[in-house]
């Protein structure tokens, strides 16, 4: 674990019912020195904030995505003023399945941003490289890319998240050296746009992270956290992960 806040982030995707999230809850022990955050699908967000507290459970609660208007006429879609009036604390912004699925780019990841800040969500940025990009020898540059259009006079704290698409639900993940030498590099990118603020942000590693590997990742110094898909959706194999931070 990093000196800097450490984070263990579950994004259950498309996935669990009411009772099943319930039970969830109720099995799930968080750990001092941690921050554990769950990320329902959008129907279970109240529900879950309300049973998370009613057991004085440290969990925090957030959303898998926002949409970049303040409101109006957006079938469908959930705003950054409805997630925090809900009991969200945190949003995941441009995670690569919005990206790759719902066609969203930089520039809307920097609206969405701003319109979680606006309302006091944290967000929870999340950039990342695809096979063919890392296979080319664009990973630094397509970061790069990813980070300055994110982060367009953004001032206020965040999260950032490294998922390699290659290692998103694939059981690949990338090695833990290799992981940290890509966060040594968006710290530095980092610096270049922030100055010495780079220093304070956590940086969560993300794709195929699970109770066997995690301690690897919390071992390296500029790995703060993880963000965890499959291996979360399992309470037990979720609390053996945030042990390891
Ligand atoms: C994710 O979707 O954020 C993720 C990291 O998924 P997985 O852990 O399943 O690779």
């Not at 699925?101 to 809307?108: A, G, P, S």
């Not at 800040?117 to 630094?140: A, M």
């Not at 994110?150 to 833990?176: K, M, R």
């Not at 390296?220 to 042990?243: H, R, T, Y």
């Amino acid at each position: 674990p990093s000196a800097r806040t450490n984070y263990a982030i579950a994004n259950w995707k498309m996935n669990k019912t009411f009772s099943e999230m319930a039970v969830y809850l109720q099995e799930l022990k968080s750990k001092e020195g941690v921050s554990v955050v769950i990320c329902p699908p959008s129907q279970l967000l109240y529900p879950a904030g309300l049973m998370a507290k009613q057991q004085g459970s440290t969990v925090s609660i957030g959303a898998q995505n926002v949409h970049e208007a303040d409101k109006g006429a957006y079938t469908g879609e959930v705003s950054a003023s409805m997630l925090k009036d809900i009991g969200c604390a945190y949003v995941i912004i441009g995670h690569s399945e919005r990206r790759q699925y719902f066609n969203e780019n930089d520039q809307q990841v920097n609206q969405k941003i701003k319109q979680a800040i606006k309302e006091g969500l944290t967000p929870i940025i999340c950039i990342g490289e695809t096979i063919e990009q890392k296979n080319s020898g664009q990973t630094e540059k397509v970061l790069t890319t990813q980070l300055v259009g994110a982060l367009q006079d953004i001032d206020s704290d965040f999260i950032l998240a490294y998922e390699p698409v290659w290692a998103i639900g694939t059981g690949e993940s990338a090695t833990a050296e290799q992981a940290q030498s890509t966060h040594a590099y968006i710290r530095k990118v980092l610096t270049a746009l922030l100055g010495g603020r780079a220093e304070g942000i956590s940086i969560l590693y993300g794709g195929s992270v699970n109770d066997k590997n995690a301690a690897e990742f919390s071992q390296m110094p500029d790995i703060d956290g993880v963000l965890v898909g499959g291996a979360s959706l399992n309470a037990e194999s979720f609390e053996k992960i945030i042990a390891v931070f």
